[in-house]
């Protein structure tokens, strides 16, 4: 079975900081995605990437950038924290094609004070 | 832009009973792929079934099933003999077609209780 696992389940961090949210997959999928899920607006995408370096906006980019420096991670990075940014974030991960489903982590509920 | 809304944010089921939650979608497209992921309480979001447009059969997945209407734009889901375990957040999903880009554009999701 794919894997997808994000490095924390909970995160707290202050209002300034810089955080990083670390996603790695083990099934050598081509594409990369950070979505953040938020009750009453689903989930939104922040950032994908189709594969290594390479990364492309999605609907919701402003505060965060990413890394891919290696195909099986991708990072979300949030240059400086907000507490606006509070959220739960969902990294996936899928071979490509047309009609290849998304591989999902556990997700990161990360609080900013 | 393509936008999905699920219109029922909470549905509750009695266990063994069917339940059928809503999904439309917004499209100028003639070729996509639609989708119902289903996350419960551990987080991790999990595929039920998809549909690709240009199949006018339904698409079947054990208890689960989907009502295709291309012209309405809508995309419900049918969950038969309701289970305890199908207790969840369900989300609707669309993708395009276009070549390269294969990010999926999310409802805002529909918490189904199943009632014991």
């Known amino acids: 079975d794919v894997k997808v696992t994000q490095s924390s389940r909970y995160l707290v961090k202050r209002t300034g900081e810089k955080v990083f949210l670390e996603c790695v997959q083990d099934m050598d999928h081509e594409n990369m995605f950070w979505y953040r899920q938020d009750p009453g607006l689903g989930l939104r995408l922040i950032y994908f990437s189709y594969d290594v370096k390479m990364k492309e906006k999605g609907d919701i980019p402003e505060g965060y950038s990413v890394s891919r420096e290696k195909k099986e991670r991708f990072s979300l990075i949030l240059e400086s924290a907000s507490t606006n940014q509070t959220s739960m974030y969902l990294c996936?991960?899928?071979?490509?094609?047309?009609?290849?489903?998304?591989?999902f982590g556990s997700g990161t509920q990360l609080s900013v004070l | 832009a393509q936008t999905v809304t699920q219109s029922q944010p909470e549905m509750s089921v009695q266990e063994a009973e069917t339940v059928t939650l809503s999904c439309t979608y917004d499209?100028?497209?003639?070729?996509?792929?639609l989708f119902w992921y289903k996350q419960p309480p551990s987080r991790q979001m999990i595929l039920v079934i998809r549909q690709e447009a240009y199949k006018q059969q339904n698409a079947t997945e054990n208890r689960f099933s989907v009502n295709f209407q291309k012209a309405a734009k809508s995309f419900s889901l049918k969950i038969s003999d309701s289970q305890l375990g199908d207790a969840a957040m369900y989300f609707c999903a669309y993708r395009t077609s276009n070549f390269g880009n294969e990010k999926l554009t999310f409802g805002t999701g529909t918490r189904l209780t199943i009632i014991p």
């Open positions: 996936a991960s899928s071979l490509g094609g047309w009609f290849e489903k998304l591989f």
């Open positions: 499209t100028s497209e003639s070729d996509y792929y």
